[in-house]
C-alpha cells in the first residue's frame, strides 16, 4: 500500500512539472515571437507550436482532474491505471515534443541551407563582377598601351620632321653661304669694273682736254687765218671724226667677262689676256656663261692633237674648243663655275654642276686641278677624272695601259671613264662608248661646257 501511495504522488510531480515547461515556453513564445523564430518563419512554426502546446495543456488539465477523482476515490486499481494513462500521455506528449525539436531543427537548418545558397549566390555575383572588372581593366591597360605605341610612333614621325627641318635649314644655310660669297666676289668684280671705269674715264678726259686744246688752236687758227676756209674746214671734219672715235670707244671699251651680256660673241678683257672674243651664252642658269666647248652636229672633227686642243679650234659661230691655254689662263684669273648641259635625242635635257672648277697649266699636261661641289640631274662623273692630266691621241697621259684617246677622243682620263665629249658624233641614239656620251655611253645629241665666275 505504501508503494501505490508513492507512485501517484511521483506522477503528481511529473505532472506538475510538465506542466511548469510547457507554462515557460508559452512566456518564451511571448517574449520572442511565437515558436521563439523571427517574423518571417513564424507562420511555418505558429501551427505546430500553439497546436501542440495548447493539446498538452488540454492532456495536464484532463490529469489534474483525473488525479482529483482518484484521490477522492481512494481506489488503487483505478489510480495505478490512470498513472499508466498518464504515463503513455506522457510518452506521446515526448514524442510530439521530439517532434517539434527535430521540426525546429529541420527548419533553423533549412534556413541555414538558403541563407548560405543565398550568401554563395551573392559570393558567385560578385565574382562574376570582379571577373568582368578585371576584364574591362585588361581592356584599359591595352588600350593604354596602344596609346603609348602610337603617341611614340607619333613622337618618331615628329621627330623626323624636325630633323628633316634641320637639314633642310642647313641645306638653307649653305646656300645662303654661298650666295653671299658669289655677291662678295661680284661686288669685287664690280670694284675692278668701276676702276677700270675710272680709268676710261680718265682716258676720255686727256682725250677731252685734247679736243679743247684742238679747240683751242683751231679758234686762234680762226682768228689767225681768217681767210682760210679751207683749213677750218679741215679742221672741223678731223675734230668732228675725233668725237665719233671717242664716242664708239666709249661704247667698245671691253667687258671682265659676259655678265649681263646677251647670247653672242662679246670681246672681253680678263687679267692676263689680251682683250680676246669669246661665245657668251645668255638663256642658261642665269645667262653670264662663257661657252669653252660646243658640239650639236658632226660637222667639226673633234678628234685632234694635243696642239690644236692647247690652242683651240672650231668655229664660235658651230662647234668649236677654246683652246686648253686660254682655259687655264680664264680659270686661274678667279675662281669659276663650271656647268655642262646634255641634250638627247629624245628630246630630255640633263646638267651637272661643279662649283670650283680650275685647270693647270701645260707643264702639268693641264691638269683637273678642282671641281668644287657638284649638283645636278646628270651623274657626278667627272669627280673620276679629278687630278687627271689632258689626254689626246698623239699625247698619252692616262693612267691605262691603253690610249684612251684613241678611241673616246681627248679628255682628263684616268683609266679611261665614264665620260667622252670628245668621241665620235651619231646623229641618233645608240649605246656606244665611241659616242659623244656622257656615264652610260647612250649618244647624244648636243653638248656645251660653260664657265662663269663664281
Given at each position: ?25 508559452l512566456l518564451l513564445m511571448d517574449d520572442h515571437g511565437e ?8 507562420d511555418l512554426c505558429a501551427s505546430y507550436c500553439h497546436r ?403
Amino acid at each position: 500500500m505504501r508503494r501505490r501511495s508513492v507512485l501517484p504522488l511521483v506522477g503528481l510531480i511529473l505532472v506538475l512539472g510538465f506542466q511548469h515547461v510547457i507554462s515557460e515556453s508559452l512566456l518564451l513564445m511571448d517574449d520572442h515571437g511565437e515558436c521563439g523564430f523571427s517574423s518571417d518563419e513564424e507562420d511555418l512554426c505558429a501551427s505546430y507550436c500553439h497546436r501542440s502546446m495548447k493539446l498538452g495543456l488540454g492532456y495536464i488539465i484532463e490529469l489534474k482532474e483525473k488525479i482529483k477523482i482518484l484521490e477522492e476515490n481512494q481506489s488503487n486499481s483505478q489510480l495505478s491505471k490512470a498513472v499508466e494513462n498518464l504515463q503513455s500521455k506522457i510518452d506521446q506528449q515526448n514524442i510530439q515534443i521530439a517532434n517539434i525539436n527535430d521540426f525546429i531543427t529541420n527548419s533553423v537548418r533549412q534556413k541555414e541551407v538558403e541563407e548560405k545558397a543565398k550568401s554563395q549566390t551573392e559570393i558567385d555575383k560578385y565574382k562574376r563582377q570582379v571577373e568582368q572588372l578585371k576584364k574591362n581593366l585588361e581592356n584599359v591597360q591595352r588600350q593604354a598601351a596602344k596609346d603609348k605605341e602610337e603617341s611614340l610612333a607619333e613622337q618618331r614621325n615628329r621627330n623626323g620632321e624636325i630633323d628633316n627641318l634641320k637639314e633642310k635649314l642647313a641645306t638653307q644655310k649653305s646656300d645662303l653661304d654661298k650666295t653671299v660669297k658669289d655677291l662678295e666676289s661680284k661686288k669685287k668684280e664690280l670694284e675692278e669694273y668701276q676702276i677700270k671705269e675710272k680709268n676710261s674715264s680718265k682716258k676720255i678726259e686727256e682725250l677731252n682736254s685734247k679736243i679743247s686744246s684742238l679747240q683751242k688752236k683751231f679758234e686762234e687758227s680762226e682768228t689767225q687765218l681768217t681767210d682760210s676756209n679751207h683749213l677750218v674746214e679741215k679742221h672741223s671734219l678731223q675734230l668732228s671724226q675725233t668725237n665719233e672715235y671717242l664716242i664708239e670707244c666709249r661704247g667698245k671699251l671691253p667687258k671682265p667677262n659676259c655678265k649681263s651680256l646677251s647670247s653672242g660673241i662679246h670681246e672681253i678683257e680678263i687679267s692676263g689676256i689680251d682683250p680676246t672674243c669669246v661665245l657668251c651664252e645668255g638663256d642658261v642658269e642665269g645667262g653670264g656663261w662663257i661657252v669653252i666647248h660646243k658640239r650639236f652636229d658632226g660637222s667639226v672633227d673633234f678628234n685632234r692633237t694635243w696642239t690644236e686642243y692647247r690652242n683651240g679650234f672650231g668655229n664660235k659661230e658651230g662647234n668649236f674648243y677654246i683652246g686648253l691655254e686660254n682655259l687655264h689662263r680664264i680659270t686661274n684669273s678667279q675662281t669659276y663655275k663650271l656647268y655642262v648641259q646634255l641634250e638627247y635625242h629624245n628630246g630630255t635635257f640633263e646638267f651637272a654642276s661643279y662649283d670650283n672648277f680650275r685647270i693647270g697649266n701645260e707643264t702639268t699636261k693641264y691638269k683637273l686641278e678642282s671641281l668644287g661641289e657638284f649638283k645636278g640631274t646628270a651623274k657626278d662623273a667627272m669627280h673620276y677624272n679629278l687630278k687627271q692630266a689632258f689626254s689626246s691621241y698623239d699625247q698619252d697621259n692616262d693612267h691605262s695601259f691603253v690610249d684612251c684617246a684613241q678611241g673616246q677622243g681627248a679628255w682628263w682620263y684616268n683609266y679611261c671613264g665614264y665620260i667622252y665629249l670628245n668621241a665620235k658624233y651619231f646623229n641618233r641614239e645608240v649605246q656606244d662608248c665611241s659616242s659623244m656620251s656622257w656615264w652610260d655611253c647612250i649618244s647624244l645629241k648636243s653638248v656645251q661646257m660653260l664657265i662663269r665666275p663664281r
